[in-house]
C-alpha cells in the first residue's frame, strides 16, 4: 500500500498485521481520488475510522489543508502516526485515538469538514450510526461529500429516514465492496 500521488508519492505505508483493519484498495483509492483531486486543494479531511490512516494521508499528498484521522485501536493510531511521520505530512494531521461516536459528539460544531472518509468494519451497524449522527451534526461544510465503504449498497441499513436525510451522488462496485458517494440535503 502506498501514496498514490502528491507530495508524497510512492511513500508505502505501514498496516497493522492481520485482520483487525482492512485498507481500501488501491484502485478504489485511485477512483474515489480521480472524483475529488480539483477540489481537495485547503479541504479539511476527517477520516473516521482511519486504520493505516491512508486516505487522510492521500488527501493531505494532494493537497488538502489538513486531516483529522480517528481510531480506537491505539495499535492502528501508532500506525496512522508512523505513517504520517514518514509522508511529512504529520504537521497537518490530528491523530485521535477514540471511538467515532465520542469523537463526532466531541467535535460537533468545532470543525467543518469538506470530506469525510468512512470505512467501519463491515456488518458492525457503525456505519448507519456514524451517519445518522453526521445527518443530525454541525461537521460538515456545505456541499461536503462523504464516502461510504461496504460490503453492500444499502448502506442506511434499510432505515429510509436516514436515507431521506442524504443524497446518494454516486455508488460503485470493486468486486465484493461497495463506495456509496453522499452529500447531506439541504
Sequence with gaps: MRIITGTARGTRL????????????ERVKEAIFSMIQFDLPDAFVLD????????????LSRGAEKAHMVD????A???????????????????????FADFLRASNGKYK???????????????TKALS??????LLSDGAWIFCEDETDDIFGGDTALA???????????????????????
Design 14 to 25: 505501514e498496516t497493522l498485521d492481520g485482520e483487525a483493519t482492512r485498507p481500501t484498495a
Design 48 to 59: 473516521l475510522f482511519a486504520g493505516s490512516g491512508q486516505m487522510g494521508l492521500e488527501a
Design 72 to 75: 480506537k485501536s491505539s495499535e
Design 77 to 99: 493510531v501508532a500506525i496512522i502516526k508512523k505513517n504520517a511521520q514518514k509522508t511529512h505530512l504529520f504537521e497537518r494531521c490530528r491523530i485521535v485515538t477514540s471511538d
Design 113 to 127: 469538514y469538506d470530506f469525510i472518509f468512512l470505512d467501519p468494519p463491515y456488518g458492525s451497524g457503525m456505519l
Design 133 to 138: 449522527m453526521l445527518a443530525d451534526s454541525d
Design 164 to 186: 431521506e436525510r442524504y443524497d446518494i451522488e454516486k455508488q460503485n462496485r470493486y468486486g465484493r465492496i461497495y463506495i456509496t458517494v453522499l452529500t447531506r440535503k439541504a
